[in-house]
């Protein structure tokens, strides 16, 4: 069964410590995406991946950080640096990152840090 | 600044009747539309899309309808079932970059 996972469906963290959100595909998907949902808002991008051993910013990467040493796997970690960290985060793959395919998103994991 | 942008939050159609959620976008260089459904605690699932170069796109029940001279685009269902309740996005690429709509949310009553 080909598809995205993402792990673990809920997090429960404390203020000030660092948290990794774990992403795997199997679909051989290149490119590889992680975004943010607040209530209210559209999903806005963190960072994106197009190839491995690369990746690069998206419009709120400040606060997170990101690996992309496997094609399959594109942990995102939210550290302490990033103000409001609770949110529920997706994670995308699309064939390409470069041309006109859709993006397969995992179920997402909802993470809240008091 | 938002670049897409779903200016109903929610909209509520009755069973059979057509449901029409739309989208405005501001950046003129986008040249890739798509429309996502999701279901909550879920990640969105892929509906339909649309290439700038056309301005009709058919699936079944879905049709997208892209208007490039005013920056509009329209996800007509017909007919609205049940099954349909789910909050809609919009989004728009451009490279590889996809910027998202804030998302309508659908109820259809039976």
């Known amino acids: 069964d080909g598809g995205i996972t993402q792990s673990p469906k809920y997090l429960f963290r404390k203020e000030g410590q660092n948290v990794t959100l774990s992403c795997e595909q199997n679909?051989?998907?290149?490119?590889m995406y992680w975004y943010r949902q607040d209530p209210g808002q559209g999903l806005r991008l963190i960072y994106y991946?197009?190839?491995?051993?690369?990746?690069q910013k998206g419009d709120i990467a400040e606060g997170y950080s990101v690996s992309r040493e496997k094609k399959e796997s594109f942990p995102l970690t939210v550290t302490s640096a990033q103000k409001n960290p609770t949110a529920f985060y997706l994670c995308?793959?699309?064939?390409?990152?470069?041309?006109?395919?859709?993006?397969?998103f995992g179920p997402g994991t909802r993470l809240t840090v008091t | 600044d938002q670049q897409v942008k779903q200016n109903s939050p929610s909209l509520s159609v009755q069973e059979g009747r057509i449901s029409i959620l739309n989208c405005d976008y501001t950046?003129?260089?986008?040249?890739?539309f798509l429309w996502y459904k999701k279901y909550p605690a879920e990640g969105p699932t892929f509906l339909i899309s649309?290439?700038?170069?056309?301005d009709k796109n058919e699936d079944g029940r879905f049709t997208v309808f892209l208007n490039k001279s005013a920056k509009h685009l329209s996800l007509h269902i017909v007919p609205s079932q049940p099954g349909d309740s789910a909050v809609y996005f919009c989004?728009?690429?451009?490279?590889?970059?996809?910027?998202f709509g804030t998302g309508t949310s659908l109820t259809v009553i039976p």
């Open positions: 995308a793959s699309s064939i390409a990152g470069w041309a006109n395919y859709e993006q397969y």
């Open positions: 679909l051989n998907h290149d490119a």
């Open positions: 991946s197009q190839i491995v051993n690369d990746f």
């Open positions: 950046n003129s260089m986008f040249d890739y």
């Open positions: 649309i290439s700038s170069i056309k």
């Open positions: 989004a728009a690429s451009e490279g590889n970059q996809f910027y």
